[in-house]
């Protein structure tokens, strides 16, 4: 756990130090879960949203993009249910005046309990040596079986009574756990009470004339109120798909874990149409897809995992995470959401309008089921660079802080350094940066020994260097190194593209999916 957290502060402050995260506002000492993005930060946040398109929207033949307002008309939230049900059951501690959500309250309490169990298997796994079989052992040790079966029951309380709204319920499930103000250990605590999520403004001039609308809490409703505008300008047959990338608000009241969880965040969602009854089919594909999406960034099969929902929202017949491994632990990156009718269905009675597919094979209307993925573009961001930082001892015993961004994502495809600022090196280091950088984001440094000008670009993520030396005048030729070997080639100036675009271009990445 320590390391975890030591490895989380270290997150933290290199994405600071490298100009990838600031704080909002820090010189009014910040605003509670909000970020900006800074100059590196801004491009690897854009590469991410660019491959996300490339493999969504231009790679399909059946999936368009749209870029819809993030002020919607209010009754968008009326039938999506947002108004009435998109609310967090919050607890306050009376002792401490500290406001938790009730329901991650008791979540963690499981996960104490799950801690329980891995450290059960992790000391059989010690005993039995190779003879270990995990999934036996999970299914027939008594003290692991009287684990899960309480995770379990809670949680299965906990669902029903969230269903119910019998908020009365989750307190007293609060107390007979005697779950403690993780702040203090006080037991002292409040009723639960609901607390809706959207932030809202107005429109209008004056109080009177004015009307409330919301900063949309997702971006989904965007594409299901555009559904049959673009479904007809499109000539769209079924199955198609409809994405979008762009922001979205929540009142947040957990509200940390860097940009984990935000305030205002950006989503990048994609809503699949399809014929009613082929849902399960295309959730199951859309859940696969996904995963070799997120695989072809090579950050490790390991460190993803599903996590099928038990608990169902009220518009879904099947949803799932992605979880990825983040430092503090696996949570979710991405959902994947059987969503049926219901968003269509609301808007037409809500709006009064049909929303219906014609279907000329089947020969009837009919309101398209749809699949929705759904990935939070900052959550993307934390998981590619907390995977990506790595310290390592070197033969020489010194350690080497490097960011070791997939390529096709890093903000800074290439350094060019001159060996020295003198005699002639810096020009050609020049020519060679206005003629790369037509075809790739290119960095120019000159200040330093170059050792040092190395470990700056490894720290910074930049996936090579190339040196200009004074035999590059002579053989038109440089030193090209490799951020992750720290390899050294001596190769052409005129190779130099093709070499880089062998190794950051999308194609070369995406193919791997
Ligand atoms: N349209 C479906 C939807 O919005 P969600 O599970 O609430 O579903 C989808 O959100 C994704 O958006 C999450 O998997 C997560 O990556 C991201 N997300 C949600 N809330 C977030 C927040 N407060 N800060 C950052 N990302 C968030």
């Given at each position: 756990?320590?390391?975890?957290?030591?490895?989380?502060?270290?997150?933290?402050?290199?994405?600071?130090?490298?100009?990838?995260?600031?704080?909002?506002?820090?010189?009014?000492?910040?605003?509670?879960?909000?970020?900006?993005?800074?100059?590196?930060?801004?491009?690897?946040?854009?590469?991410?949203?660019?491959?996300?398109?490339?493999?969504?929207?231009?790679?399909?033949?059946?999936?368009?993009?749209?870029?819809?307002?993030?002020?919607?008309?209010?009754?968008?939230?009326?039938?999506?249910?947002?108004?009435?049900?998109?609310?967090?059951?919050?607890?306050?501690?009376?002792?401490?005046?500290?406001?938790?959500?009730?329901?991650?309250?008791?979540?963690?309490?499981?996960?104490?309990?799950?801690?329980?169990?891995n450290k059960e298997v992790a000391k059989a796994a010690k005993r039995f040596g190779e003879a270990f079989n995990k999934d036996e052992f999970l299914a027939t040790n008594n003290r692991v079986l009287g684990y899960q079966e309480k995770i379990n029951t809670i949680l299965a309380r906990m669902g029903k009574s969230l269903e119910n709204e019998d908020l009365a319920d989750i307190k007293t499930l609060i107390e007979e756990l005697e779950i403690a103000d993780p702040l203090t250990g006080s037991k002292n605590?409040?009723?639960?009470?609901?607390?809706?999520?959207?932030?809202?403004?107005?429109?209008?001039?004056?109080?009177?004339?004015?009307?409330?609308?919301?900063?949309?809490?997702?971006?989904?409703?965007?594409?299901?109120?555009?559904?049959?505008?673009?479904?007809?300008?499109?000539?769209?047959?079924?199955?198609?798909?409809?994405?979008?990338?762009?922001?979205?608000?929540?009142?947040?009241?957990?509200?940390?874990?860097?940009?984990?969880?935000?305030?205002?965040?950006?989503?990048?969602?994609?809503?699949?149409?399809?014929?009613?009854?082929?849902?399960?089919?295309?959730?199951?594909?859309?859940?696969?897809?996904?995963?070799?999406?997120?695989?072809?960034?090579?950050?490790?099969?390991?460190?993803?995992?599903?996590?099928?929902?038990?608990?169902?929202?009220?518009?879904?017949?099947?949803?799932?995470?992605?979880?990825?491994?983040?430092?503090?632990?696996?949570?979710?990156?991405?959902?994947?959401?059987?969503?049926?009718?219901?968003?269509?269905?609301?808007?037409?009675?809500?709006?009064?309008?049909?929303?219906?597919?014609?279907?000329?094979?089947?020969?009837?209307?009919?309101?398209?089921?749809?699949?929705?993925?759904?990935?939070?573009?900052?959550?993307?961001?934390?998981?590619?660079?907390?995977?990506?930082?790595?310290?390592?001892?070197?033969?020489?015993?010194?350690?080497?802080?490097?960011?070791?961004?997939?390529?096709?994502?890093?903000?800074?495809?290439?350094?060019?350094?001159?060996?020295?600022?003198?005699?002639?090196?810096?020009?050609?280091?020049?020519?060679?940066?206005?003629?790369?950088?037509?075809?790739?984001?290119?960095?120019?440094?000159?200040?330093?020994?170059?050792?040092?000008?190395?470990?700056?670009?490894?720290?910074?993520?930049?996936?090579?260097?190339?040196?200009?030396?004074?035999?590059?005048?002579?053989?038109?030729?440089?030193?090209?190194?490799?951020?992750?070997?720290?390899?050294?080639?001596?190769?052409?100036?005129?190779?130099?593209?093709?070499?880089?675009?062998?190794?950051?271009?999308?194609?070369?990445?995406?193919?791997?999916?």
């Open positions: 756990m320590a390391k975890q957290e030591d490895q989380f502060k270290k997150v933290l402050s290199h994405a600071k130090e490298y100009g990838y995260v600031f704080q909002s506002s820090e010189i009014y000492d910040g605003l509670s879960a909000v970020y900006d993005y800074a100059q590196n930060g801004v491009e690897l946040k854009k590469n991410i949203r660019e491959y996300w398109w490339k493999a969504m929207v231009q790679m399909h033949e059946n999936i368009v993009g749209i870029d819809a307002a993030i002020l919607m008309h209010p009754t968008t939230w009326k039938a999506s249910g947002h108004v009435d049900a998109f609310n967090d059951p919050l607890i306050d501690n009376k002792d401490s005046k500290k406001r938790y959500r009730a329901d991650v309250l008791i979540e963690e309490y499981c996960a104490k309990i799950e801690g329980k169990i605590w409040t009723e639960v009470k609901q607390f809706n999520l959207m932030f809202g403004t107005q429109i209008g001039a004056s109080a009177e004339n004015s009307t409330q609308v919301y900063l949309r809490p997702e971006t989904a409703q965007g594409i299901f109120v555009n559904f049959l505008n673009v479904q007809k300008t499109g000539r769209m047959k079924i199955p198609f798909g409809i994405a979008q990338t762009g922001k979205a608000f929540r009142n947040e009241i957990v509200a940390r874990q860097f940009i984990f969880r935000m305030r205002e965040f950006e989503q990048m969602e994609m809503q699949f149409f399809v014929k009613p009854g082929t849902q399960k089919e295309w959730y199951e594909k859309w859940k696969q897809t996904r995963l070799k999406w997120h695989l072809s960034l090579g950050m490790g099969k390991e460190n993803y995992r599903f996590h099928d929902h038990d608990k169902l929202a009220h518009y879904a017949d099947a949803a799932a995470d992605i979880e990825f491994n983040f430092p503090f632990g696996f949570k979710e990156l991405e959902g994947i959401h059987s969503r049926t009718d219901f968003d269509l269905k609301a808007h037409e009675e809500y709006s009064g309008k049909k929303l219906q597919y014609f279907d000329h094979e089947e020969n009837k209307s009919y309101v398209p089921y749809v699949v929705e993925t759904s990935i939070g573009l900052d959550r993307m961001f934390l998981a590619v660079f907390s995977n990506s930082l790595q310290e390592e001892i070197l033969d020489n015993g010194t350690t080497r802080t490097v960011l070791k961004l997939p390529a096709v994502l890093a903000p800074y495809k290439v350094a060019v350094l001159p060996l020295v600022k003198k005699d002639g090196l810096p020009e050609v280091a020049r020519k060679i940066v206005d003629d790369l950088k037509w075809d790739f984001n290119v960095f120019y440094d000159e200040k330093d020994a170059v050792g040092k000008r190395y470990r700056r670009q490894d720290a910074a993520g930049t996936p090579f260097c190339i040196t200009v030396d004074h035999d590059s005048l002579e053989d038109n030729s440089i030193t090209i190194r490799h951020r992750d070997t720290m390899e050294q080639k001596r190769v052409k100036i005129s190779e130099l593209k093709e070499i880089i675009k062998a190794e950051v271009d999308v194609k070369t990445w995406l193919q791997k999916m």
